[in-house]
């Protein structure tokens, strides 16, 4: 190898210096356009996107985590289990998700961000029941989900689940997080993700 092609291969970026987030097979055709599968430094993009269509397709995948883990989001109509606790500097959560991924490494021999990605095409879910007024009738139908709603309702639902866990189980943030994606990823259905995923297109089919 010449030294010039080893300077490249040095000076190579790679998310958190350790894993590539290019290397990465996303299985589902419809969402390889909505993974954004980009090698970064630290999520700085300030949302220089968001003046373009469907710009969260150009968002780095580990980012968009980073976001939603900011508003983990409420359940129940009292918010059961509210999102008001997630407060701190982005650089705290941007080390909580390394070392998750360290441990997700760990724990699977993997890289991580192709456990991310078999994660979200786990908790993404195809189909899902709309409702809509017919007269005096409240009708429901079943409607496909467009592929960037799919890839937004996967993020919710994983952070969500790992947020709930976290505030039940002594485990740190980190360790509650990597064993979530573990096991969305491994298609475990006792994961809220991937069960709300299978209830969503039941319900679904049931509506057709």
């Not at 299985?27 to 980009?38: K, M, N, P, T």
């Not at 298609?187 to 089919?205: H, L, P, S, Y």
Request: aromatic share 6%; hydrophobic share 35%; glycine share 8%.
């Amino acid at each position: 190898m010449s030294d010039v092609a080893k300077i490249e291969v040095e000076d190579e970026m790679l998310t958190f210096g350790k894993y590539d987030a290019t290397d990465i097979e996303v299985g589902d055709d419809g969402l390889v356009r909505y993974i954004g599968l980009e090698n970064i430094l630290a999520p700085r993009s300030r949302g220089r996107h968001s003046e373009r269509q469907f710009y969260k397709a150009d968002v780095p995948i580990v980012e968009r985590l980073l976001n939603r883990m900011y508003v983990a989001g409420h359940r129940g109509n009292k918010h059961y289990i509210s999102s008001g606790h997630n407060t701190g500097s982005s650089e705290k959560i941007w080390k909580i998700i390394e070392n998750a991924f360290d441990q997700i490494n760990e724990e699977t021999g993997e890289n991580p961000f192709q456990v991310l990605a078999d994660a979200i095409e786990n908790s993404a879910p195809t189909e899902e029941v709309v409702t809509y007024q017919r007269g005096g009738v409240r009708a429901r139908k079943a409607v496909l989900v467009a592929p960037q709603r799919r890839v937004d309702l996967a993020l919710r639902l994983l952070v969500q689940g790992a947020y709930e866990d976290r505030l039940t189980e002594s485990n740190d943030a980190a360790s509650v997080l990597a064993d979530e994606l573990i096991s969305a990823a491994n298609g475990d259905d006792n994961i809220r993700a991937v069960r709300e995923k299978e209830r969503k297109e039941k319900e679904a089919e049931g509506a057709r």
